[in-house]
């Protein structure tokens, strides 16, 4: 058969998304499928089902992570492995994450159909907790996977409700036996939505990112004094929602403030007691500072931090921070990602070479082999919502574009 005139099923593909996008379906047409939810559980099922279709051997570490292997011609070589995450944010999108588990998917289920043997094993992988939404930080089943983050300390993270990270793992029944712990890895792949407007923007249907910005998250802790709000003068206020909106603001104000490129963040609040009758007297936010120059990140940090300190202190509001997370801006091996390049053009797509501004367990995963992705475009940019969209068309290109870049690698000798 010819290798390279094979094409994926884009309508089964379709199919497989629509059947995903049921478990946290919201009423917005997105998805709420927080990490180790009911909602997530139910769509491991199922993945787990579809792996079993296809006779994979398979695998669930004690972080989650479900790997299925196809076993190549030689069992001693290293597997090609490609994958994402099928957990969401709240009321994201059908497309974040899952189609990269889905596209490779359906490349498993192109080559069983074909009777196609390649050289080398083939690995489907599912990270856990990707988002970092619901346990912080982001991409925790990869960072364990690959020894930049411990399991014990992932372990005890908590929700918003005080859950357990471990204790919820345990729940959904995904705590594996198995060690989350690297092995050999020929080259890994990860197929994903743009979740930016560059490709729409110019036109183009395949991205080939060079790799992948730096993230680094904080935790602010901030203390008023709660008080009644109708007899409590103005003055003399330790107002803990004060001191934090000024201090977002300066979070904002960064990014033009260093005249580099970078974007600066806070996007979770909580505030206590919550009242509207009783001065704030407890507040938590997030930062969430990225770059693809680390350095200009740190520096930012460290001029936030001086603002932060200077607006507790003049509002009597002692504060705390907690350095939650920091990955390094990550380039992707440049052969891999000029192989993505050829491909999408040789299958007559349009392609882009860019960065990707999402963190992905990609980033991880590129520290122990040579890792590439694939972009297909996101509909007005949007993601992160329940708008989130791609064409159907383009999710079928980016498959086809998988399809052969696991083929060229899974036939390396
Ligand atoms: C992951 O979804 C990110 O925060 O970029
Ligand atoms: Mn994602
Ligand atoms: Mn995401």
């Not at 579809?50 to 989650?64: A, F, H, N, P, S």
């Not at 680094?216 to 330790?238: I, S």
Request: hydrophobic share 35%.
């Amino acid at each position: 058969m010819n290798l390279a005139s094979l094409r994926v099923n884009g309508k089964r593909l379709q199919s497989s998304l629509e059947e995903m996008a049921k478990f946290g379906a919201t009423p917005g047409g997105g998805v709420q499928r927080m990490a180790l939810s009911e909602e997530d559980k139910k769509a491991r099922d199922l993945f787990v089902m579809w792996l079993k279709e296809l006779d994979l051997k398979i695998t669930i570490d004690d972080m989650g992570n479900i790997f299925g292997s196809r076993p190549g011609k030689n069992r001693s070589l290293s597997p090609v492995m490609s994958g994402s995450h099928m957990d969401s944010q709240p009321k994201g999108g059908r497309f974040d994450g899952i189609l990269g588990v889905m596209g490779t998917l359906e490349v498993l289920r192109t080559l069983h159909e074909n009777n196609i043997e390649t050289e080398r094993p083939i690995t489907i992988v599912d990270w856990t907790n990707e988002e970092g939404s619901r346990f912080a930080p982001a991409m925790v089943g990869s960072g364990v996977w690959t020894g930049a983050l411990d399991r014990g300390w992932v372990y005890e993270r908590t929700d918003i409700d005080s859950k357990r990270f471990e204790d919820e793992l345990i729940r959904i029944s995904y705590q594996g036996s198995v060690p989350a712990k690297k092995r050999p890895v020929h080259v890994y792949y990860e197929y994903h939505i743009e979740q930016g407007p560059i490709l729409e923007k110019e036109g183009k249907t395949i991205g080939a990112p060079k790799g992948i910005v730096c993230l680094h998250w904080y935790d602010v802790y901030l203390h008023g004094e709660a008080n009644q709000v109708g007899p409590t003068p103005m003055a003399g206020r330790h107002d803990a929602l004060c001191a934090a909106a000024e201090m977002i603001l300066k979070v904002n104000e960064l990014p033009k403030r260093l005249g580099g490129n970078m974007v600066a963040t806070v996007g979770e609040i909580q505030n206590y007691p919550n009242s509207r009758n009783i001065i704030p007297d407890r507040v938590h936010f997030t930062v969430d500072i990225r770059s693809w120059d680390d350095g200009l990140a740190l520096k930012a940090w460290e001029i936030i931090r001086k603002d932060f300190d200077a607006i507790a202190t003049r509002r009597g509001c002692p504060i705390k921070i907690e350095e939650t997370w920091k990955v390094e801006h990550s380039p992707f091996d440049v052969n891999l990602v000029q192989r993505i390049l050829v491909i999408g053009e040789q299958l007559g797509y349009s392609t882009l070479h860019m960065v990707s501004g999402a963190g992905h367990d990609a980033s991880y995963i590129n520290r122990i082999c040579p890792t590439a992705m694939i972009f297909v475009p996101s509909i007005s940019g949007r993601s992160h919502v329940e708008v989130e969209n791609t064409k159907w068309e383009d999710c079928e290109a980016g498959a086809n574009v998988l399809l052969q870049a696991i083929l060229q690698s899974a036939n390396e000798k």
